[in-house]
């Protein structure tokens, strides 16, 4: 096969179409580059959309002094909420408290207090969460989010489906995020700034020539050749095999892979908090509500060996979660209650810590100047993507002086350009106008597509004017939709990624899914007016 070398050389190639490389190419293109960006599979495909998809600071990262990482991300929060107040909401989050509670042995909170106060022999003081609590509460500068207040387990609702042996118990802020939806809705907004998003098409080798970079692809279009003037590559659990096996480049830089897998079952309990539950091994986990009518707990915390799409919730960390959230819920989870599990890694910077939990959740940018630059991004949050954008920038901006400066805290993402707690009035308007909505579908709607709903509807009078049905409220027009403006080219894309639908349809609806999405795009029909 010969190799089609594309004519133009754009500024920015990025290698990725997770959070950090959406985020990096949205962020770049308002800055007035040009960027082309490859991603092998579907966007969110890997970890980006496995995550436990909240924005938050991480409590638990203060026991490990990680002060700047938990402001960044905590100051972060607000400014997301704000330019996304469709696909994200503020969560509260209950830490029933119990004397039994103990540290992770290695984290240097652990450490100094079992020099000062060696008889609590690993246990977490009541105090010394209440004090965490208020460090987070005030590291961050909250304007919209509550703040801590101490609940009686025996008196509040959320105490209802616990073990009465829970009496008392914290209640905290953080927000909730559909974090494949921000991807995609990331890439969208580069794609109109004018980036070039190619999905299902693999980055097989990268090298420096004449000051520039040959970047050899591999996908619908055959085999092109980009040249681009830097490089970066976002490619979270492979970043390490992007820099040895595409750019073939010898680096003492590494990536620690460590899986995180989830558990979803039926609704577990009738309100909206989650909660924060810690094990006697020192982990916590999250149990949260999920899509309407599910429960999703998590995370597990494993160094994992495999290759990176080989992550998969086994059967051990499923019984692991069920056993660690039957010591909280009254009622025991067992493993007929999962409906469906999800695994992902945590791309971390490997920097020699000894266990997985302690292993740093900052991010690593690593600038090689041996010629044109390349950028490689070790680790983040889905939570700190925009400040990390903002960073890999400001390393490119001395290639790029004509860049403009930082923007993205004020730009609502696409459909989010509403107040942060408009939901409830776009809801009502949607349904006034489209009155053959229920109140499920219009708030499925609102949530996915903010003020973006009426336009994806359009001029339908009644639900068969969308299209054909798949079943659980997703038709044609919004399959169509999904095609055209967010990059969705199986069913998977629609079902795992742009919804959470695939929890409420059923094989043979997917299936049918897979055949009208075949169809159109053998009809050339859809062809997405960016790539
Ligand atoms: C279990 C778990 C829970 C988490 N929970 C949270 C949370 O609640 N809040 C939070 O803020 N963060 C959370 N995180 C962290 C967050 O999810 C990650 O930091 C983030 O998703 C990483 O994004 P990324 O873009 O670097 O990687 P990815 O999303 O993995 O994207 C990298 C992409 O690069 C592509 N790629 C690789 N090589 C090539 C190539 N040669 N050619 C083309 N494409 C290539 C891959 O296909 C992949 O899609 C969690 C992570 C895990 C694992």
Same mark, same amino acid.
């Given at each position: ?19 950090? *490389? ?31 998809? @909240? ?41 029933? $408290? ?28 009541? %105090? ?9 509460? /005030? ?13 009686? @387990? ?28 921000? &991807? ?9 700034? *004018?980036? =070039? ?13 004449? +000051?520039? %970079?040959?970047?050899?692809?591999? +996908?619908?279009?055959?085999?092109? &050749? ?5 490089? &970066? ?35 577990? $309990? ?19 509500? $999920? ?29 692991? @979660? ?50 044109? #630059? ?33 923007? /993205?805290?004020? &730009?609502?993402?696409? *459909?989010?350009?509403? #107040? ?19 109140? $499920? ?10 003020? =973006? ?52 349809? /059923?094989?043979? =609806? ?13 009809? *050339?029909? =859809? ?5």
């Amino acid at each position: 096969m010969t190799d089609r070398e594309r004519p133009e050389v754009v500024d920015l190639f990025i290698i990725g179409g997770g959070i950090n *490389g959406c985020g990096i190419a949205r962020d770049a293109m308002g800055r007035g580059l040009t960027v082309t960006l490859a991603e092998q599979g579907d966007l969110a495909q890997a970890t980006s959309s496995a995550s436990t998809k @909240l924005f938050h600071g991480g409590l638990r990262y203060l026991e490990y002094f990680e002060f700047r990482l938990v402001r960044e991300a905590l100051e972060e929060r607000e400014t997301l909420l704000a330019a996304m107040p469709h696909i994200s909401w503020p969560m509260r989050f209950v830490l029933p $408290y119990h004397a039994d509670m103990r540290f992770e042995s290695d984290t240097p909170t652990s450490r100094l207090l079992g020099l000062v106060m060696p008889w609590m022999k690993g246990r977490r003081p009541a %105090w010394l969460i209440r004090l965490g609590l208020f460090l987070y509460d /005030t590291l961050g500068g909250r304007k919209i989010l509550p703040a801590t207040r101490t609940l009686d @387990l025996t008196q509040d609702p959320a105490g209802r489906p616990l073990n009465p042996k829970f009496r008392k118990a914290y209640e905290y802020s953080d927000c909730w995020v559909e974090d494949s939806r921000l &991807v995609a809705l990331s890439a969208r907004d580069a794609a109109d700034r *004018g980036a =070039q998003i190619h999905t299902r098409t693999l980055v097989v080798s990268a090298d420096r020539a004449d +000051g520039l %970079w040959r970047v050899t692809t591999e +996908g619908a279009e055959g085999r092109q &050749v980009h040249l681009a003037r830097a490089l &970066v590559n976002a490619g979270g659990p492979w970043v390490e095999d992007v820099i040895r096996n595409v750019a073939r480049i010898n680096s003492t830089e590494g990536v620690r892979l460590v899986r995180g897998s989830h558990i979803v079952t039926r609704k577990l $309990y009738d309100h909206d908090r989650c909660y924060f539950f810690q094990g006697e091994d020192g982990r916590i986990i999250f149990a949260i509500p $999920y899509e309407q009518d599910f429960t999703l707990i998590g995370t597990t915390d494993k160094d994992h060996k495999d290759a990176p799409k080989e992550a998969r919730c086994t059967d051990e960390e499923r019984d692991y @979660l069920c056993a660690f959230a039957s010591k909280y819920f009254a009622k025991p989870v067992t493993a007929a209650d999962v409906v469906w599990t999800y695994s992902g890694v945590r791309p971390l910077y490997n920097d020699g810590a000894k266990s997985a939990t302690a292993a740093t959740r900052d991010y690593v940018l690593s600038l090689d100047q041996n010629g044109a #630059p390349l950028l490689n991004v070790f680790g983040g949050k889905i939570t700190t993507h925009r400040r990390l954008a903002e960073s890999a920038l400001e390393k490119l901006a001395p290639f790029f002086p004509q860049a403009k400066g930082n923007w /993205t805290a004020r &730009v609502p993402l696409p *459909g989010g350009d509403f #107040p942060h707690d408009g939901v409830a009035a776009l809801r009502a308007g949607l349904r006034a106008r489209y009155a053959f909505l229920t109140d $499920y579908w219009a708030a499925r709607l609102v949530r996915a597509y903010g003020t =973006q709903a009426a336009e994806m509807l359009g001029d339908a009078r009644t639900a068969s004017d969308l299209g054909q049905d798949f079943g659980a409220t997703l038709t044609a027009r919004e399959v169509d939709w999904l095609v055209a403006r967010e990059f969705a080219r199986g069913a998977e894309d629609i079902v795992w990624r742009r919804s959470k639908l695939g929890l409420r349809m /059923t094989a043979e =609806q997917i299936a049918a899914l897979e055949v009208y999405m075949a169809g159109a795009q053998a009809a *050339g029909a =859809q062809a997405p007016a960016a790539e």
